[in-house]
């Protein structure tokens, strides 16, 4: 009994010694903290009134160096920033214009339904020309359907293209051979002629299959001011005699319209362009077929007897050529396909790099009036049925030449109200027989 009561007790002032220690503990504790929080907010106060001393004082001339300093190495890292700036900005719109050139047939074309809306209204504007002259002259009795030059691929939305020679053809020519399904790199580096290739896979239609497909098909064709095309056929195929197919027929144009008599030297083993249009002339006068180069496309592509949907010009052809394919749906297949290395021997383009029509005046200069309305007798139906300008060359032609032929004097008159279409000769129905040469 005395032992147990001895243990209680025991516990019991332990209880009481640990309470006192456990509270001990705490009290220091919170002394302790206090003095922190005092020491610590002696510390502020006192930093605060060096700042409030140093921020009045007067500074030092080594301050005001080392602040001079401070702002030239900002000012300098601000222009170098700038500088960094303006050579990334650059780079990157290089780099957007060279991915827009690679991956779209146009960079000044950019799509919109604005654009689309314009082109498609000027494009019927040339439809609803053309008809008013068909129907003016009667062209669609005199000159029938002639699928010779057309191209139609039925499994691409029923595309059908007429190939006019000169105006732009080279590089439609392309891309009909990349929907006949050859590869990029094979059209690139092949020097198989691209009109080969593409009737190897786009046979020359009959004439039943054409009319056949044309009300559903997407058709176009397209058209160049006519005196520049045979002028850029003239310089493509004959001047210098450096086209080995075509150097026949420039020898014998030499031989049979150079006036030897007068004494001229001409610089050129081929013949001039005077020569050439004399030929054009009594070719045209004895009725025999013109090559498809110069032939006036009224004859070949027969515009009046085919509803073409499409009438594109090369004074627009990026922007027509992506409206043609955007409306077939063809966009993965052709847009972006034309590769910048080739592009000029793709194009056909002249080795001079200069265009035919920044040369029309020089050459043009060299005929006189008589030569120019016989020239124009040709290819007057050409310039009336895609509205180009045929009175400024005119102003191009000897001055001192001013016979006042009957063509002439309509050219001053208003002449587009008395056009006679030349006589209908062999040519077309030759057209539709004869074989091409490659282009």
């Known amino acids: ?12 002032t332990y209880l009481k010694i640990g309470t006192f220690v456990l509270v001990g503990i705490c009290y220091f504790a919170f002394l302790f903290r206090e003095s922190l929080n005092a020491f610590e907010h002696r510390e502020r106060a006192t930093t605060a009134e060096l700042e409030a001393a140093e921020a009045y004082a007067e500074p030092s001339k080594q301050q005001l160096k080392l ?19 303006a050579n990334r900005s650059a780079a990157l719109a290089e780099e957007a214009q060279n991915a827009v050139s690679a991956t779209t047939l146009n960079p000044v074309y950019e799509y919109s339904e604005e654009l689309h809306s314009r082109t498609e209204h000027e494009l019927k504007l040339r439809r609803d020309h053309l008809a008013t002259v068909c129907d003016r002259y009667k062209l669609q009795e005199k000159y029938p359907p002639n699928p010779w030059e057309f191209f139609i691929s039925p499994g691409h939305n029923n595309l059908v293209w007429c190939n006019v020679f000169k105006a732009a053809s080279s590089t ?12 990029l790199k094979y059209l690139q580096r092949t020097e198989v002629q691209p009109l080969e290739l593409a009737r190897q896979r786009f046979p ?40 080995s197919f ?17 004494n001229v030297v001409f ?27 110069w032939a006036p496309v009224y004859s070949f592509c027969t515009p009046c007897s085919v509803n ?34 080739k592009l000029r021997k793709i194009r056909n383009q002249a080795r001079s790099g200069v265009k035919s029509e920044e040369l029309v005046e020089r050459y043009f200069g060299e005929l006189d009036r008589s030569t120019l309305d016989q020239l124009l007798n040709i290819y007057r139906i050409d310039f009336e049925l895609f509205d180009y300008d045929y009175l400024k060359y005119y102003n191009m032609v000897h001055s001192w030449s001013l016979d006042q032929s009957p063509t002439a004097s309509q050219a001053k008159s ?11 000769t062999s040519a077309t129905t030759s057209l539709r027989t004869a074989a091409v040469p490659a282009a």
Request: glycine share 6%; aromatic share 12%.
């Open 1 to 12: 009994m005395h032992i147990r009561l001895w243990t209680g007790r025991r516990l019991h």
């Open 67 to 85: 602040k001079r300093q401070q702002l030239h190495r900002q000012r300098a890292l601000a222009r170098l920033r700038a500088s960094l700036q």
């Open 172 to 183: 439609w020519m392309y891309y009909f051979n990349i929907l006949a399904g050859y590869d």
């Open 204 to 243: 020359r239609p009959e004439l039943s299959e054409l009319v056949e497909l044309l009300p559903s098909a997407l058709s176009f064709l397209f058209v160049r001011d006519p005196f520049e095309r045979i002028l850029s056929a003239y310089r493509n195929k004959l001047e210098g005699n450096r086209n």
């Open 246 to 262: 075509y150097k026949a027929l420039g020898t014998k144009i030499v031989h049979r319209y150079r006036r030897r008599s007068l």
């Open 267 to 293: 610089p050129r083993c081929g013949p001039t362009f005077e020569e050439f249009v004399r030929f054009l002339i009594q070719e045209h006068a004895a009725g025999n077929r013109f090559d498809e180069h």
């Open 308 to 341: 073409f949907t499409i009438i594109g010009k090369t004074e627009t052809f990026q922007r027509d050529s992506e409206f043609i394919i955007r409306q077939a749906g063809l966009e993965s297949l052709l847009l972006g396909k034309l590769p910048r290395r």
């Open 414 to 424: 208003g002449p587009r109200a008395s056009i006679e279409p030349p006589v209908t």
